[in-house]
Antibody
């Protein structure tokens, strides 16, 4: 069955960097685009970024454009989110999700990122 | 910037039918937005309920259905049950490989 497992969350100071990972299994990872979605404490879901199945194209929400970079390693079945210049408002649970056509069909369990001094 | 709108918190009695909607601050929602719906309970990851406007995800009970109603996407729960008490989010494809979630609706069943 499809499994997505995020890791790499933690507490980080404002202005610092963090890299999240999402390990995929149960499907042919290189066939699907992948999303990152986040959820601030007590708030709704926010779409963050998308990467195409082959990594050739990447798209970002305005709130993270220029600071976050989505990437993937299809040989390792792993999705990444490099987060630089972190701000307090980036504090959230970060989920990876599998893109099928134009929607998300599978989700990981999430990893919490806390930006605080 | 276009905002995706959903209802404020909603309360229904068990067995009632409830329709949640997903609109745009400017314009109409259509099938070209490929509306999808997600259910989330506190502390859990979202669960995909409906995709491509009206297709139920595997394992989703048939009391959940999706549609376009007027100028909005809609999620209807026919005969709400206690364990349907959750937050519900819609997601719209806005074109140019950009997606936007609605703000979510908290549904209480009591």
């Amino acid at each position: 069955q499809v499994q997505l497992v995020e890791s790499g969350g933690g507490v980080v100071q404002p202005g610092r960097s963090l890299r999240l990972s999402c390990a995929a299994s149960g499907f042919t990872f290189s066939n699907n685009g992948m999303h990152w979605v986040r959820q601030a404490p007590g708030k709704g879901l926010e779409w963050v970024a998308l990467i195409w199945y082959d990594g050739s194209n990447k798209y970002y929400a305005d709130s993270v454009e220029g600071r976050f970079t989505i990437s993937r390693d299809n040989s390792k079945n792993t999705l990444y989110l490099q987060m630089n210049s972190l701000r307090a408002e980036d504090t959230a649970v970060y989920y990876c999700g599998r893109l099928t056509n134009w929607w998300i069909d599978y989700w990981g369990q999430g990893t919490l990122v806390t930006v605080s001094s | 910037q276009t905002v995706v709108t959903q209802e404020p918190p909603f309360s229904v009695s068990p067995g009632e039918t409830v329709t949640l909607t997903c609109g745009l601050s400017s314009g109409s929602v259509s099938t070209s937005h490929y509306p999808s719906w997600y259910q989330q309970t506190p502390g859990q990851a979202p669960r995909t309920l409906i995709y491509n406007t009206n297709t139920r995800s595997s394992g989703v009970p048939d009391r959940f259905s999706g549609s376009i109603l007027g100028n909005k996407a809609a999620l209807t729960i026919t005969g709400a049950q206690a364990d349907d008490e959750s937050d519900y989010y819609c997601l719209l494809y806005m074109g140019s490989y950009i997606w936007v979630f609605g703000g979510g609706t908290k549904l209480t069943v009591l």
